[in-house]
Each structure stands twice: as C-alpha cells, then as structure tokens.
T-cell receptor, first 113, second 114 residues
Framework: LAKTTQPISMDSYEGQEVNITCSHN???????ITWYQQFPSQGPRFIIQ???TKVTNEVASLFIPADRKSSTLSLPRVSLSDTAVYYC??????????????FGQGTTLQVKP | DGGITQSPKYLFRKEGQNVTLSCEQN?????MYWYRQDPGQGLRLIYY???????QKGDIAEGYSVSREKKESFPLTVTSAQKNPTAFYLC?????????????FGPGTRLTVL
C-alpha cells in the first residue's frame, strides 16, 4: 500500500487560496489519489479524486505532476467553514479489490477571519 | 432520502459489557466498512464486508465482531475483550469494494466506557 505524507497543520485567512501537498513516493500504476474532508465529530466526506494532471470540481482542484509522486489539493478563496481535517489517500491497487483506505493523520486546516 | 445512518449517536457502556452499534444504508451499496477514530488520529479499519454474508478483518479487529445478513445492514459489536473501546466509530459504504470507489460515511457513534 502506498504511504502518504502531508503536513500536520496549516493556517490560512479567509479569502485566500490554500494548497495542501501530499507525498506518495511509492504510488502504484493503478492507484488513484483521493482527498477527503472531515469536520469535528462527523464522518469524512469525499472532495475530489484524480489519476494524473489536473482535476477540478465545484469544491476544489487537484494537481498531479507527471511522476505522480505527489499531489496538491487547492481550495480557492477559503472561508471559516473550510476549517477541517483534510486526508490524502492513495487507493489500493485495483487488483486487490478490498477498497481498503489508509487514513493518516491528515492536515488540520485552520482558517482565520 | 438516501444515505447511511448510525445509531445511537452517543453510547455509554460499563466495563465488561458488550454493546452493538447500528449501521444502515439505503444506497444499494455492496461494500460496507467500520472504522475507529481516536482523538487527533486518522481512521483505522476494524472490519469490512464486500458482499452480503461475507466480511473480512481489518487492521484492528481484535475485540470486535460484525455480521452482514442483509445488504443494507452491518452492525458492529464491541465486546468486553476490547481493551480500550472508548472512541469515535464510523461506518461507511461504497458501491463496490474497488480501491477507487468513493466511500460514504455515516455520522458516527461516540462510545464511552465508564
């Protein structure tokens, strides 16, 4: 299973763009990169998923370089409600078919007014 | 209103008692999961089920048991053998057990052992 490394915490201010980078040096060929968001005392929520280059949805963008050894979650113009823990996960190799997700400690983003 | 529900939201247990946490989904998902989260930590997988009448141990299955008799239900029993059961328990489901399938999480059950 590919291990991920991301910063433990980040601070930002309202209206700023926030970029959270995740390292996954031993990502496998079939692995996808997925980001989840978790608010206190709630279950994680899917944000975005990608395989390579750039993916964008209504919430965030995900940038993945050609070597796929890292990825960056970009949150445009954050607000106080974006204060949460953000998890970067690399999915199991599809051939293993367990759907097992490895959640690290995540990055705690604190947005200040 | 589709989704995944857990009950109760808060649960208190005396030492030596078994307790069962409920998890129900009406998303018609094949796969279901149980995670445990301790303060300031990520989620750890307890058990998962890829299909009805089948389940597999996760990373921290000791002291826990599950059943999957119906597609929509995946209850977790925390037994007295679990040494430190106080934690936040999260149930999730996904369409299949493929590594790229999005997992949908319930609201969680906070278990406290008195």
């Amino acid at each position: 299973l590919a291990k991920t490394t991301q910063p433990i915490s980040m601070d930002s201010y309202e209206g700023q763009e926030v970029n959270i980078t995740c390292s996954h040096n031993n990502i496998a060929t079939n692995d996808y990169i997925t980001w989840y968001q978790q608010f206190p005392s709630q279950g994680p929520r899917f944000i975005i998923q990608g395989y390579k280059t750039k993916v964008t949805n209504e919430v965030a963008s995900l940038f993945i370089p050609a070597d796929r050894k890292s990825s960056t979650l970009s949150l445009p113009r954050v607000s106080l409600s974006d204060t949460a823990v953000y998890y970067c996960l690399v999915g199991d190799d599809l051939s293993s078919n367990t759907g097992k997700l490895i959640f690290g400690q995540g990055t705690t983003l604190q947005v200040k007014p | 209103d589709g989704g995944i529900t857990q009950s109760p939201k808060y649960l208190f247990r005396k030492e030596g008692q078994n307790v069962t946490l409920s998890c129900e989904q009406n998303l018609n998902h094949d796969a279901m999961y149980w995670y445990r989260q301790d303060p300031g930590q990520g989620l750890r997988l307890i058990y998962y089920s890829q299909i009805v009448n089948d389940f597999q141990k996760g990373d921290i299955a000791e002291g826990y048991s599950v059943s999957r008799e119906k597609k929509e239900s995946f209850p977790l029993t925390v037994t007295s053998a679990q040494k430190n059961p106080t934690a936040f328990y999260l149930c999730a489901s996904s369409p299949t057990s493929g590594g790229t399938d999005t997992q949908y999480f319930g609201p969680g059950t906070r278990l406290t052992v008195l």
